[in-house]
Protein backbone atom coordinates (compact mmCIF):
# COMPACT_ATOMS: atom_id res chain seq x y z
CA UNK A 1 0.00 0.00 0.00
CA UNK A 2 0.78 3.50 -0.49
CA UNK A 3 1.96 6.06 2.52
CA UNK A 4 0.84 9.41 1.99
CA UNK A 5 1.40 12.67 4.18
CA UNK A 6 0.13 16.19 3.62
CA UNK A 7 1.33 19.00 5.44
CA UNK A 8 0.13 21.27 6.63
CA UNK A 9 -2.22 18.85 8.66
CA UNK A 10 -4.29 22.50 9.96
CA UNK A 11 -4.44 25.75 9.29
CA UNK A 12 -6.55 28.89 10.21
CA UNK A 13 -6.41 31.53 7.55
CA UNK A 14 -7.97 34.76 6.73
CA UNK A 15 -10.32 35.40 4.11
CA UNK A 16 -8.44 36.62 0.65
CA UNK A 17 -5.10 34.70 1.30
CA UNK A 18 -4.01 31.56 -0.37
CA UNK A 19 -2.71 28.20 1.11
CA UNK A 20 -0.90 25.84 -0.74
CA UNK A 21 -1.42 22.29 0.29
CA UNK A 22 1.94 19.81 -0.19
CA UNK A 23 1.30 15.97 -0.72
CA UNK A 24 4.20 13.16 -0.56
CA UNK A 25 3.98 10.10 -1.44
CA UNK A 26 6.37 6.88 -0.88
CA UNK A 27 6.58 6.00 -4.41
CA UNK A 28 5.87 6.53 -7.54
CA UNK A 29 2.32 7.00 -9.16
CA UNK A 30 1.44 8.47 -12.03
CA UNK A 31 -1.71 10.25 -11.20
CA UNK A 32 -2.39 11.74 -7.78
CA UNK A 33 -5.79 12.96 -6.64
CA UNK A 34 -6.99 15.87 -4.82
CA UNK A 35 -10.71 15.88 -3.28
CA UNK A 36 -12.62 18.13 -0.90
CA UNK A 37 -14.88 17.53 2.06
CA UNK A 38 -16.72 20.23 3.41
CA UNK A 39 -17.86 20.09 6.45
CA UNK A 40 -20.74 17.01 7.33
CA UNK A 41 -20.42 16.10 3.92
CA UNK A 42 -18.81 13.17 1.77
CA UNK A 43 -16.00 13.89 -0.52
CA UNK A 44 -15.93 14.99 -3.41
CA UNK A 45 -13.08 15.25 -6.28
CA UNK A 46 -11.58 18.66 -7.03
CA UNK A 47 -8.51 17.20 -9.62
CA UNK A 48 -6.37 14.94 -10.87
CA UNK A 49 -3.09 15.36 -11.73
CA UNK A 50 -0.55 13.31 -13.79
CA UNK A 51 3.16 14.51 -14.05
CA UNK A 52 4.30 16.51 -16.69
CA UNK A 53 1.09 17.70 -18.21
CA UNK A 54 -2.11 20.73 -16.73
CA UNK A 55 -4.05 19.08 -13.94
CA UNK A 56 -7.86 17.70 -14.88
CA UNK A 57 -10.38 19.60 -13.32
CA UNK A 58 -14.08 18.58 -12.12
CA UNK A 59 -17.17 20.60 -12.92
CA UNK A 60 -17.30 23.43 -10.35
CA UNK A 61 -13.60 23.59 -10.07
CA UNK A 62 -11.25 25.90 -11.72
CA UNK A 63 -7.76 26.01 -11.85
CA UNK A 64 -7.21 29.70 -11.12
CA UNK A 65 -8.80 29.09 -7.47
CA UNK A 66 -7.27 25.44 -7.06
CA UNK A 67 -3.68 25.80 -8.81
CA UNK A 68 -1.91 22.39 -8.82
CA UNK A 69 1.48 21.76 -9.43
CA UNK A 70 2.81 17.95 -10.18
CA UNK A 71 6.69 18.35 -10.22
CA UNK A 72 8.04 14.68 -10.77
CA UNK A 73 5.81 11.08 -9.72
CA UNK A 74 6.03 11.23 -5.84
CA UNK A 75 4.85 14.91 -4.78
CA UNK A 76 2.05 17.53 -5.17
CA UNK A 77 0.95 20.83 -4.07
CA UNK A 78 -2.88 22.02 -4.30
CA UNK A 79 -3.41 25.67 -3.54
CA UNK A 80 -6.64 27.33 -2.42
CA UNK A 81 -6.47 30.68 -3.62
CA UNK A 82 -8.01 34.09 -2.43
CA UNK A 83 -9.94 31.89 0.11
CA UNK A 84 -13.71 32.29 1.78
CA UNK A 85 -15.33 30.97 4.55
CA UNK A 86 -16.75 28.30 2.37
CA UNK A 87 -13.52 26.86 1.60
CA UNK A 88 -13.29 25.63 4.51
CA UNK A 89 -12.83 22.03 4.60
CA UNK A 90 -10.42 18.72 4.57
CA UNK A 91 -8.85 18.86 1.82
CA UNK A 92 -6.81 15.36 0.92
CA UNK A 93 -4.94 13.84 -1.31
CA UNK A 94 -5.21 10.35 -3.23
CA UNK A 95 -3.25 7.69 -4.95
CA UNK A 96 -4.06 4.71 -6.48
CA UNK A 97 -2.25 1.81 -5.12
CA UNK A 98 -0.35 0.73 -8.29
CA UNK A 99 -0.76 -2.93 -6.75
CA UNK A 100 -4.02 -5.34 -7.83
CA UNK A 101 -7.24 -3.82 -8.50
CA UNK A 102 -6.00 -0.34 -8.15
CA UNK A 103 -6.67 0.28 -4.59
CA UNK A 104 -7.29 3.33 -3.88
CA UNK A 105 -5.01 5.69 -0.70
CA UNK A 106 -6.00 8.84 0.93
CA UNK A 107 -3.85 11.04 2.84
CA UNK A 108 -4.58 11.79 6.21
CA UNK A 109 -5.78 15.43 5.36
CA UNK A 110 -5.50 19.17 5.78
CA UNK A 111 -8.18 20.62 7.68
CA UNK A 112 -8.60 24.53 6.68
CA UNK A 113 -10.82 26.77 8.69
CA UNK A 114 -11.14 30.27 6.86
CA UNK A 115 -11.90 33.17 8.94
CA UNK B 1 -24.05 10.68 -13.70
CA UNK B 2 -23.18 7.95 -10.99
CA UNK B 3 -25.19 8.83 -7.63
CA UNK B 4 -24.00 6.27 -4.37
CA UNK B 5 -26.17 6.34 -1.89
CA UNK B 6 -26.06 5.42 2.45
CA UNK B 7 -27.94 3.42 4.20
CA UNK B 8 -28.31 4.23 7.67
CA UNK B 9 -27.01 7.51 7.89
CA UNK B 10 -26.13 6.52 11.62
CA UNK B 11 -26.58 3.50 13.28
CA UNK B 12 -25.35 3.19 17.16
CA UNK B 13 -25.45 -0.59 18.40
CA UNK B 14 -24.68 -2.07 22.01
CA UNK B 15 -21.00 -3.95 21.82
CA UNK B 16 -21.02 -7.38 20.42
CA UNK B 17 -23.78 -6.98 17.92
CA UNK B 18 -23.44 -8.10 14.34
CA UNK B 19 -24.40 -4.93 11.80
CA UNK B 20 -24.82 -4.71 7.98
CA UNK B 21 -24.35 -1.34 6.23
CA UNK B 22 -25.73 -0.85 2.75
CA UNK B 23 -24.49 0.89 -0.50
CA UNK B 24 -26.16 1.35 -3.47
CA UNK B 25 -24.85 2.94 -6.67
CA UNK B 26 -27.05 4.06 -10.12
CA UNK B 27 -24.64 3.02 -12.78
CA UNK B 28 -23.38 -0.30 -12.89
CA UNK B 29 -20.62 0.33 -15.32
CA UNK B 30 -18.08 0.20 -12.41
CA UNK B 31 -14.74 -1.04 -12.44
CA UNK B 32 -14.30 -1.46 -8.51
CA UNK B 33 -16.16 -0.73 -5.54
CA UNK B 34 -14.30 0.11 -2.13
CA UNK B 35 -14.99 0.88 1.66
CA UNK B 36 -13.17 2.86 3.57
CA UNK B 37 -13.36 3.87 7.00
CA UNK B 38 -13.06 7.67 8.70
CA UNK B 39 -12.69 8.63 11.85
CA UNK B 40 -13.56 12.34 13.28
CA UNK B 41 -11.24 14.82 10.91
CA UNK B 42 -9.11 12.11 9.85
CA UNK B 43 -8.33 10.92 6.26
CA UNK B 44 -9.68 7.69 5.18
CA UNK B 45 -8.39 3.90 5.78
CA UNK B 46 -9.28 1.16 2.87
CA UNK B 47 -11.33 -1.29 4.88
CA UNK B 48 -12.34 -3.66 1.90
CA UNK B 49 -11.94 -3.68 -2.43
CA UNK B 50 -13.54 -5.32 -4.28
CA UNK B 51 -13.39 -5.62 -8.31
CA UNK B 52 -16.75 -5.43 -10.45
CA UNK B 53 -15.88 -9.15 -11.44
CA UNK B 54 -16.27 -10.45 -7.41
CA UNK B 55 -19.09 -11.12 -5.39
CA UNK B 56 -17.29 -10.46 -1.98
CA UNK B 57 -13.96 -9.58 0.15
CA UNK B 58 -13.51 -10.50 3.49
CA UNK B 59 -10.94 -9.23 5.86
CA UNK B 60 -11.11 -10.42 9.81
CA UNK B 61 -14.19 -9.13 10.94
CA UNK B 62 -15.27 -7.57 8.12
CA UNK B 63 -17.10 -8.51 4.93
CA UNK B 64 -18.04 -6.68 1.83
CA UNK B 65 -20.88 -8.00 -0.90
CA UNK B 66 -20.88 -6.69 -4.07
CA UNK B 67 -24.36 -7.66 -6.90
CA UNK B 68 -23.69 -5.10 -9.37
CA UNK B 69 -26.45 -5.76 -11.56
CA UNK B 70 -28.56 -4.68 -8.96
CA UNK B 71 -26.13 -1.71 -7.81
CA UNK B 72 -25.67 -2.65 -4.14
CA UNK B 73 -23.21 -3.93 -2.02
CA UNK B 74 -23.35 -4.35 1.91
CA UNK B 75 -20.63 -4.08 4.50
CA UNK B 76 -21.17 -6.99 7.42
CA UNK B 77 -19.33 -6.11 10.72
CA UNK B 78 -19.09 -9.10 13.05
CA UNK B 79 -19.24 -8.42 16.42
CA UNK B 80 -19.12 -4.78 16.66
CA UNK B 81 -16.58 -3.18 19.14
CA UNK B 82 -16.13 0.75 20.34
CA UNK B 83 -12.90 0.87 18.37
CA UNK B 84 -15.21 0.34 15.62
CA UNK B 85 -16.90 3.61 15.45
CA UNK B 86 -16.32 5.65 13.09
CA UNK B 87 -18.05 7.17 9.88
CA UNK B 88 -18.02 4.25 6.80
CA UNK B 89 -17.99 5.80 3.40
CA UNK B 90 -18.91 3.88 0.11
CA UNK B 91 -16.89 4.79 -3.04
CA UNK B 92 -17.23 3.34 -6.54
CA UNK B 93 -14.78 3.43 -9.63
CA UNK B 94 -15.67 4.66 -12.75
CA UNK B 95 -13.83 5.76 -15.82
CA UNK B 96 -11.02 8.05 -15.17
CA UNK B 97 -10.07 6.58 -11.93
CA UNK B 98 -12.70 9.14 -10.42
CA UNK B 99 -14.07 7.88 -7.15
CA UNK B 100 -17.86 8.71 -6.47
CA UNK B 101 -18.62 8.47 -2.70
CA UNK B 102 -21.55 8.06 -0.46
CA UNK B 103 -22.47 10.39 2.18
CA UNK B 104 -21.07 7.85 4.97
CA UNK B 105 -23.18 5.96 7.22
CA UNK B 106 -21.81 7.18 10.83
CA UNK B 107 -21.63 4.25 13.53
CA UNK B 108 -21.85 4.26 17.53
CA UNK B 109 -20.91 1.22 18.81
CA UNK B 110 -21.54 1.36 23.03
CA UNK B 111 -19.70 -0.30 25.38
Known amino acids: SAVISQKPSRDICQRGTSLTIQCQVDSQVTMMFWYRQQPGQSLTLIAT?????????ESGFVIDKFPISRPNLTFSTLTVSNMSPEDSSIYLC????????????FGPGTRLTVL | KQEVTQIPAALSVPEGENLVLNCSFT??????LQWFRQDPGKGLTSLLLIQSSQREQTSGRLNASLDKSSGRSTLYIAASQPGDSATYLCAVKTSGSRLTFGEGTQLTVNP
Open chain 1, 49 to 57: ANQGSEATY
Open chain 1, 94 to 105: SVEGGGIGDEQF
Open chain 2, 27 to 32: DSAIYN
